[in-house]
C-alpha cells in the first residue's frame, strides 16, 4: 500500500469539518489532528471569517521596514542612473551627496541593490584568462632589473586614426625607454621595438606585463610568441595577476600623465600625434620633476646615481653603464653578431 499524499490546506479543510460536525471534543479533535487549540481556534476564525481562503498560507513579510529606502529617495537614484548608465552606486551616491547634501542617501550597497532589481546593472561575461602567473615578482633593486611593458589604450586622433601607444620603462629608475604608436599590437610589430631597446639600453632580467596580447596567451604556460623570443633572448617575462594592474603601478601611473599630456584631447593628425609622443618622452625623463625629494628629472637623478655606482661587470658577458646593464653578445632573433652601445652618463645631461 503506497504513501497516501496530503497537504496543509487538505488538512485545515478536514479539521473545519470535522468541527463543525461536533462529534468529538475540541480538545480530542485537536490531538487527532497534532495542533493546539490555540491553532485549531485560528483556523475556525479564518473560516469563518474568510471562508476557504482563510485557510490558505499568509505572508509572513513585515509590514513595515523600518530600514527601506523611501519610493522617493528609490527613484531620484534611479534618475541619476537613467541619465549616466556608466556610473556605478558610489558615483550616483556621491553625485547626491553633492547636489543635494542634507538629504540621508542611501549607503552605496544598497543603491547598488536598487540597481540590480530594476534591471539597470549590466552583467560582466565570463571570458577565458590565460593561466596566472605562479612565480613570486622578481627583486627590483637597479636598473635593468626589471622593465615594464604595456598599451596605453586605444584612442581615436582628430582626424579618424586610431593611436596605439606603447610603452616600456625601467622600474627601479622609472625611466621611459620607448613610447612609440604602433598600427597593431601583435608580435610582429612590437617586437621590433623591444629589439631597438635591448640594443640601445641591454638585457633586463625580466620584462614584467599584463595577461593581454601579445605578452600572454591562453596556451600552455600562458606562453605567446611574443613570450617565447624574450626567452630566446635570455630574458624572462613576468606577468602580473588577471585584474591586478596595481601591481605593474609604477607603469600605469606614468600612462595616468601621458593621457593627460598628450591625449587629452588627441592630436588632429596622426603625424602631430606622434610628434606629442616623442616630445613627451623627452619631457618626461629630462624636465618633469619627480614627486620625491630633490625634486629633480629622472634622468638628472639616475645621472646622478650612476656616477657614484661601481661599473664592476656581472659577468663576462654583461656589463654595468650608467645604471643600465648594457650586452655584448650576438643576438638570437636579429640573426646578426652586434654588440650593444653603452648607455654613458653623457646621454642623460
Given at each position: 500500500?503506497g504513501w497516501?499524499?496530503t497537504?496543509?490546506?487538505d488538512?485545515?479543510m478536514r479539521?473545519?469539518l ?6 468529538e471534543?475540541f ?7 497534532n495542533?493546539?487549540?490555540r491553532?485549531?481556534y485560528k ?7 474568510e471562508?476557504l481562503?482563510?485557510?490558505l498560507?499568509?505572508s ?13 529617495i528609490?527613484?531620484?537614484?534611479l534618475?541619476?542612473?537613467r ?6 552606486p558610489?558615483?550616483?551616491r ?5 547636489v543635494?547634501?542634507?538629504t540621508e ?13 530594476e534591471?539597470l ?9 590565460s593561466?596566472?602567473?605562479s612565480?613570486?615578482?622578481a ?9 615594464c ?6 584612442f581615436l586622433?582628430?582626424d ?5 601607444p606603447l ?6 629608475s ?7 604608436a604602433?598600427?597593431?599590437t ?8 623591444l629589439?631597438?631597446?635591448?640594443r640601445?639600453?641591454g ?6 606585463s599584463?595577461?593581454?596580447s601579445p605578452?600572454a596567451s591562453?596556451g600552455?604556460?600562458?606562453l605567446?610568441s611574443?613570450?617565447v623570443?624574450l ?9 602580473i ?8 603601478g ?8 601621458l593621457?593627460?599630456d598628450?591625449a587629452?584631447p588627441p ?7 606622434l610628434k606629442?609622443?616623442r ?12 614627486w620625491t ?9 639616475l ?5 657614484t ?7 663576462t ?5 650608467a645604471g643600465?646593464?648594457t650586452?655584448?653578445?650576438?643576438s638570437?632573433?636579429?640573426?646578426s653578431?652586434?654588440?650593444t652601445?653603452?648607455?654613458r652618463?653623457?646621454?642623460l645631461g
Amino acid at each position: 500500500m503506497g504513501w497516501k499524499e496530503t497537504c496543509a490546506m487538505d488538512e485545515r479543510m478536514r479539521f473545519v469539518l470535522a468541527a463543525e460536525k461536533g462529534e468529538e471534543s475540541f480538545a480530542a479533535l485537536c490531538r487527532r489532528f497534532n495542533v493546539s487549540r490555540r491553532v485549531g481556534y485560528k483556523w475556525l476564525g479564518r473560516y469563518e471569517e474568510e471562508g476557504l481562503a482563510g485557510l490558505l498560507d499568509r505572508s509572513r513579510a513585515p509590514r513595515h521596514h523600518p530600514q527601506a529606502i523611501a519610493p522617493e529617495i528609490a527613484e531620484r537614484c534611479l534618475e541619476v542612473r537613467r541619465a549616466h548608465p556608466t556610473w556605478g552606486p558610489v558615483k550616483v551616491r556621491a553625485y547626491l551627496e553633492r547636489v543635494a547634501p542634507k538629504t540621508e542617501w542611501p549607503v552605496a550597497s544598497t543603491i547598488g541593490e536598487l540597481f540590480d532589481r530594476e534591471g539597470l546593472t549590466v552583467r560582466r561575461k565570463l571570458r577565458r584568462r590565460s593561466p596566472p602567473s605562479s612565480a613570486p615578482f622578481a627583486a627590483c633593486e637597479a636598473a635593468n632589473d626589471v622593465w615594464c611593458i604595456d598599451f596605453k589604450g586605444w584612442f581615436l586622433t582628430g582626424d579618424g586614426n586610431r593611436c596605439e601607444p606603447l610603452t616600456i620603462t625601467d622600474a627601479h629608475s622609472r625611466y621611459l625607454l620607448r613610447c612609440q604608436a604602433l598600427p597593431r599590437t601583435d608580435t610582429d610589430h612590437v617586437w621590433p621595438v623591444l629589439d631597438a631597446a635591448f640594443r640601445e639600453f641591454g638585457l633586463p632580467n625580466f620584462l614584467r606585463s599584463d595577461n593581454g596580447s601579445p605578452f600572454a596567451s591562453r596556451g600552455a604556460g600562458g606562453l605567446s610568441s611574443l613570450s617565447v623570443n624574450l626567452i630566446k633572448a635570455g630574458v624572462t617575462p613576468e606577468r602580473i595577476a588577471p585584474g591586478k594592474p596595481q601591481q605593474n603601478g609604477r607603469h600605469e601611473r606614468m600612462h595616468l600623465t601621458l593621457l593627460q599630456d598628450v591625449a587629452s584631447p588627441p592630436a588632429r593628425s596622426m603625424r602631430e600625434q606622434l610628434k606629442r609622443l616623442r616630445e613627451f618622452q623627452q619631457l618626461y625623463n629630462h624636465e618633469r620633476p619627480r614627486w620625491t625629494t630633490p625634486r629633480l628629472p629622472i634622468a638628472t637623478r639616475l645621472h646622478r646615481a650612476a656616477t657614484t655606482e661601481s661599473c664592476a661587470p656581472r659577468n663576462t658577458a654583461t656589463r654595468r653603464s650608467a645604471g643600465f646593464v648594457t650586452m655584448e653578445r650576438s643576438s638570437s632573433t636579429a640573426g646578426s653578431s652586434t654588440s650593444t652601445l653603452p648607455w654613458r652618463a653623457s646621454r642623460l645631461g
